[in-house]
T-cell receptor, first 116, second 110 residues
Framework: GAVVSQHPSWVICKSGTSVKIECRSL??????MFWYRQFPKQSLMLMAT?????????EQGVEKDKFLINHASLTLSTLTVTSAHPEDSSFYIC????????????FGQGTRLTVV | QKEVEQDPGPLSVPEGAIVSLNCTYS??????FMWYRQYSRKGPELLMY????GNKEDGRFTAQVDKSSKYISLFIRDSQPSDSATYLC??????????FGQGTRLTINP
């Protein structure tokens, strides 16, 4: 089945630094990639939608200058958390539909970010 | 009011019991309904996917959708300790954007 590979699975960084999270589609072309954030004991909240070759669309309340999304190819989308602060500590997950019109989404393994 | 409401639990049942997990929603435009299982510190895994009202069965899992009541359910029969996880309902109205419930933490006790 379709696989989305997300790296790193966990990262600890200092306040003020930037962290890049990668999601790769391994056996399909990911035209679209969704990026979610999940705080402990809470649901997944959509942060932004990236489309290959175009600018990402951010959900209300998500700072686009802080969460930089790049979707330069059909197999790779990246999320960079810039100038990270402790309140950015969360579980970040990417997902991609398996095809045009498909509502099935396959998720990456998630990245646990801890900002100290 | 949240678009999707799901009791976070926790829910603890003995092995072999039938588990019922539920979500309600307010957006009548939702057409696709999904259940995901998420183990601790892992990404969600798609369990069941249904379109419109009705039942769908897959092994020990049965998903029900009642669009008139805006209510969906997931039943797990003969529950196993390995079923212990957080179960998330998710819904979609179009554009492939999913709206998730809060997730119910389920523990199956041996």
């Amino acid at each position: 089945g379709a696989v989305v590979s997300q790296h790193p699975s966990w990262v600890i960084c200092k306040s003020g630094t930037s962290v890049k999270i990668e999601c790769r589609s391994l056996d399909f072309q990911a035209t679209t990639m969704f990026w979610y954030r999940q705080f402990p004991k809470q649901s997944l909240m959509l942060m932004a939608t990236s489309n290959e070759g175009s600018k990402a669309t951010y959900e209300q309340g998500v700072e686009k200058d802080k969460f930089l999304i790049n979707h330069a190819s059909l197999t790779l989308s990246t999320l960079t958390v810039t100038s990270a602060h402790p309140e950015d500590s969360s579980f970040y997950i990417c997902s991609s539909p398996t095809g045009i019109g498909s509502t099935e989404a396959f998720f990456g393994q998630g990245t646990r970010l801890t900002v100290v | 009011q949240k678009e999707v409401e799901q009791d976070p639990g926790p829910l603890s049942v003995p092995e072999g019991a039938i588990v019922s997990l539920n979500c309600t929603y307010s957006n009548s435009a939702f057409q696709y309904f999904m259940w995901y299982r998420q183990y601790s510190r892992k990404g969600p895994e798609l369990l069941m996917y249904t379109y419109s009202s009705g039942n769908k069965e897959d092994g020990r899992f049965t998903a029900q959708v009642d669009k008139s009541s805006k209510y969906i359910s997931l039943f797990i029969r003969d529950s196993q300790p390995s079923d212990s996880a957080t179960y998330l309902c998710a819904m979609e109205s179009g554009a492939q954007k999913l709206v998730f419930g809060q997730g119910t933490r389920l523990t199956i006790n041996p």
